[in-house]
C-alpha cells in the first residue's frame, strides 16, 4: 500500500522526534566524525550520545554503562613530537606508543548513535559500507512501508534501538525516521581501530579490523597515522617499507624532529649509514634537545670510528649515557691513539694490529682505519691484501661530511684516504689513477706535507715511467733504463719499475743487472709473474739451471694450460740433468714418446706412481699417425707425466695382453691401475682426461 498523502501521525511517528530532527537541522555547527581513543575502545552502544541544541549547549545521555570513550571537543594546542618514536632499548624493536588524539575542528562533532550506525545509500539503508549494502535496505525499506498502522505505531513506541539522536543525517540529505530500521545485516558492522587500510571511525564489515597493507597506509594524510604504519613495518623487519612510510610522513610533516629519528633507524637497519647520520643531524637541527637523536648519532659516529664526534652526542647535557657505548669509545680511543704511535715508529705490524683491534671495536665502517690498513699492508709488501682492505670503503661521497672533514693521523680523512689509495694504484702500475688519487687528496689537505710529498712522487714516478716505455718503444734500451731508475730515486719500492728495468736489461744483454732488477721487484710482490718468467730466462741465460728449473715450476702451477712454460720447464729440467752429469739414454725429455716393445717392459711402465698415458697405434693406421704429433705435444705440455707408444702390429703380445681391438686407443694407468681408456678421441678430449688424471 502507497503510504503517499499520509501524515506522520498516521504512519505512526511521534511528532515530538520529527521535531527534534527539525531542531537539529537548523543549528549551525554541524557534527563531523570524531576519532575514538585507541587506549579506551568503546562499543557504540555504550558510548555517551552527546548532541548540541541552537543555543550551542552540549548535552549527554548515557546509558547504565561508563561513558569513557567521549573526547572533549576543545581543541588540542599540545604537539606531540614523540608519539610513536622507536624505542631507545632497541634498534630493532622500537616500543608501542599510545596514538595521539585528534583535535576536533570547531563545528564538527560526531555523535554516536545505539546500536549498529546506518549508512544511507541511494534511497535504501543498510547496516554496513560497501555495494553489498543497497539490496539488503531496499528490502528493509519496503517491508516497513508495507506494515500495518499498529505495528508501525508499536514500532514507534519500542526500544531505545530504533531512535536516532539529532545530527544523524543521510549523505542524500534526508532525515532518519524511527521505524524504518533495516533488517539485520548477516554481519556485524563495527568501527575500524585506523590500525590498517581505514582511519579510525570507518565502518568495516566481518566485526574485525583490518590491517592492509602499507600502500592503504600511507595514503593517509595525517603524519602520526603514517608513522604509526612505519613503526609496525619496522617491528616486523620490513624495514624498506618502514622507510618509504617515514618519507610519508616527513613530506607531511618535515619540521618533525621524530620522524628523521626513526628514518635514520630504519636507515640503520638497511646498511645506509651515511644517509642515517644526515637524518639524525637534522633531527638534532630541528629540536636540538632531543635525547634520542643525540644516542643514534653517537652510535653511528662510533661505527665510523669519530670518536670526539660521538663523545660530543653521548655526553650530551642533561641525559644519562648508555655505559657501554661509552666503554666501546673509550677502547676505540685508546686503540686508534696506539696505532697513530706505532705508524710514527714505522712499525707497520703493529699498525695493522692496532687497526684490526679498532675495527672489531665497533669501527666496522670506518674508512679511515681500513685505509690505515691498507698503507700497513702496502708497507709490509702484501699489495694483493691492501687492495682488498680498500675496496672495504665505499665511494667517498657516501659518507657524512661530518665524517670525511675530521682529522686523522693529522690529515683530513678523505684527505687520507685519498692518500693511501694513490699510494697504492702506484704500487700495482695504476700511475694515471695514482696522480689522479694524489691531485684530488692535494686540493682537500693542501696544507699536509705528506699529502704534498706523496703528490710530487707519485707525479715524478709517473713522469719517468712514461719517458722510459717512450724510449724502450724506439729500442734506445740504455736510455730507457736511466729513465726508470730515475723514476725509482723517488718510490724505491716501486715493482712496475724494476720489472721495467729488468726488460731493459735483457735487451742489452746484461743478464746478471737483470736478475738483480727481478729480485728486488719479487721482494717487494712476490707474485709478480712478469719478474718471475724474466728471471726464470736471464737464469737460463747464466747457466743457472737450478734457479731456472724452481721458477719455472712456480710459473707451472701458476699457468697449467701454459705451453711455453711447460716447454721453457721441460728444456730446463734436461739442461739440469745434463749439468749434473746424469744420463739420459734412456728418458726421452726431448719431446718424443718412449716406444714399448715387449711385455715386460709395458708393465714396468704402467707400474710407474706417476702417471703413464699409453699410446696404442699402428704405423699403418691414418688415425694414428695425424695424432701422433698432438701427442708429442702433450708430452712437453705435461712434463710430470710419462707418455708411451706401442705398436700393436709389432708387440702383438701387448695388444693381447691389454685386448686391443682398435687404433688408435689410449689407456692412462697410475701405479698399475688403470685410470681411463679411450678409443679414437678427439684431442680436446684426450687433453682434458690427461689434466684431470695429473689433478
Not at 618514536?85 to 588524539?101: F, G
Not at 670525511?404 to 699510494?423: C, D, I, S
Request: aromatic share 6%.
Amino acid at each position: 500500500m502507497s503510504n503517499a498523502g499520509k501524515s506522520t501521525q498516521e504512519m505512526g511517528f511521534d511528532s515530538s522526534l520529527t521535531n527534534r530532527f527539525r531542531d537539529s537541522l537548523s543549528c549551525d555547527n554541524k557534527p563531523d566524525f570524531k576519532e575514538l581513543d585507541l587506549n579506551s575502545p568503546v562499543s557504540p552502544l555504550m558510548a555517551a550520545r552527546p548532541s548540541v541544541n541552537c543555543n550551542g549547549a552540549t548535552t549527554t545521555s548515557s546509558s547504565s554503562s561508563s561513558s569513557s570513550g567521549s573526547v572533549s571537543g576543545k581543541p588540542s594546542s599540545k604537539k606531540h613530537h614523540h608519539s610513536g618514536e622507536l624505542s631507545a632499548s632497541s634498534e630493532t624493536s622500537p616500543s608501542r606508543s599510545a596514538p595521539a588524539v585528534r583535535n576536533i575542528k570547531p563545528g564538527h562533532r560526531r555523535s554516536v548513535s545505539a546500536g549498529p550506525p546506518l549508512i544511507y545509500a541511494g534511497g535504501s539503508f543498510s547496516n554496513g559500507g560497501g555495494g553489498g549494502g543497497r539490496s539488503g535496505g531496499a528490502s528493509s525499506g519496503n517491508s516497513a512501508t508495507s506494515s500495518s498502522s499498529s505495528s508501525l505505531s508499536s514500532s514507534a513506541s519500542s526500544s531505545a534501538a530504533n531512535l536516532f539522536p539529532s545530527g544523524n543525517i543521510c549523505p542524500s540529505g534526508k532525515i532518519l525516521k524511527a521505524g524504518m530500521g533495516s533488517r539485520a545485516a548477516s554481519k556485524t558492522d563495527v568501527l575500524g581501530s585506523g590500525t590498517g587500510n581505514y582511519g579510525h571511525g570507518n565502518i568495516m564489515r566481518g566485526g574485525g579490523v583490518r590491517e592492509g597493507n602499507s600502500g592503504g597506509k600511507s595514503a593517509s594524510s595525517d603524519p602520526e597515522e603514517v608513522k604509526k604504519a612505519g613503526n609496525e613495518c619496522y617491528r616486523r623487519g620490513n624495514f624498506a617499507e618502514a622507510l618509504a612510510m617515514y618519507d610519508r610522513a616527513i613530506s607531511l610533516s618535515p619540521e618533525n624532529a621524530a620522524y628523521r629519528s626513526n628514518r635514520a633507524a630504519a636507515l640503520t637497519a638497511l646498511g645506509r649509514l651515511g644517509e642515517a647520520v644526515r637524518e639524525c643531524e637534522e633531527a638534532v637541527r630541528l629540536e636540538p634537545s632531543y635525547g634520542r637523536a643525540h644516542q643514534r648519532l653517537a652510535s653511528l659516529y662510533l661505527r665510523f670510528g669519530q670518536v670526539e664526534n660521538a663523545r660530543c652526542h653521548l655526553c650530551f647535557p642533561g641525559q644519562q649515557p648508555d655505559q657501554s657505548e661509552v666503554q666501546k669509545l673509550k677502547s676505540l680511543e685508546k686503540h686508534l691513539k696506539q696505532c697513530a704511535d706505532a705508524r710514527k715508529l714505522g712499525d707497520w705490524k703493529g699498525v695493522l694490529r692496532e687497526s684490526d683491534v679498532a675495527l672489531a671495536t665497533g669501527a666496522e665502517s670506518s674508512p679511515q682505519l681500513f685505509a690505515c690498513k691498507a698503507e700497513a699492508l702496502l708497507k709490509l709488501h702484501q699489495l694483493e691484501d691492501a687492495e682488498l682492505c680498500l675496496s672495504n670503503i665505499h665511494k667517498l661521497e657516501d659518507y657524512p661530511s661530518s665524517c670525511l672533514q675530521t682529522k686523522f693521523l693529522g690529515m683530513v680523512v678523505e684527505a687520507y684516504v685519498l692518500f693511501v689509495r694513490a699510494q697504492v694504484d702506484m704500487a700495482l702500475g695504476r700511475f694515471e689513477n695514482a696522480v689522479a688519487a694524489a691531485e684530488k687528496a692535494g686540493l682537500i689537505d693542501y696544507s699536509n706535507l705528506e699529502v704534498a710529498r706523496t703528490l710530487n712522487n707519485v707525479k715524478m714516478v709517473a713522469r719517468a715511467r712514461s719517458r722510459g716505455n717512450d724510449l724502450f718503444s724506439s729500442g734506445r734500451f740504455a736510455e730507457a733504463c736511466s729513465a726508470y731508475g730515475e723514476g725509482l730515486e723517488h718510490d724505491s719500492s716501486n715493482s712496475v719499475l724494476y720489472c721495467n728495468r729488468a726488460v731493459c736489461w735483457s735487451k742489452l744483454g746484461v743478464w746478471e743487472k737483470s736478475v738483480e732488477d727481478c729480485n728486488r721487484a719479487l721482494k717487494i710482490q712476490p707474485n709478480y709473474i712478469k719478474a718471475l718468467l724474466l728471471r726464470a730466462v736471464s737464469n737460463a741465460r747464466l747457466d743457472r739451471w737450478a734457479e731456472a728449473v724452481r721458477d719455472y715450476e712456480v710459473l707451472r702451477r701458476e699457468r697449467p694450460g701454459d705451453s711455453e712454460v711447460a716447454e721453457s720447464l721441460h728444456r730446463a729440467q734436461v739442461a739440469l740433468k745434463k749439468s749434473c752429469g746424469e744420463g739420459v739414454h734412456n728418458k726421452k725429455f726431448d719431446g718424443e714418446v718412449e716406444e714399448v716393445s715387449s711385455l715386460d717392459k709395458f708393465k714396468a711402465a704402467i707400474l710407474s706412481p706417476c702417471v703413464s698415458v699409453v699410446h696404442f697405434k699402428a704405423a699403418s693406421n691414418e688415425l694414428c699417425e695425424e695424432i701422433s704429433p698432438f701427442i708429442n705435444m702433450l708430452c712437453v705440455r705435461y712434463p710430470s707425466v710419462k707418455f708411451f707408444k706401442v705398436d700393436v702390429e709389432e708387440s702383438v703380445a701387448v695388444a693381447k695382453a691389454e685386448s686391443i681391438r682398435t687404433v688408435p686407443t689410449f689407456k692412462i694407468y697410475k701405479n698399475g691401475d688403470k685410470l681411463k681408456e679411450m678409443i679414437r678421441p678427439n684431442h680436446q678430449f684426450l687433453e682434458e682426461s690427461v689434466r684431470n688424471c695429473t689433478l
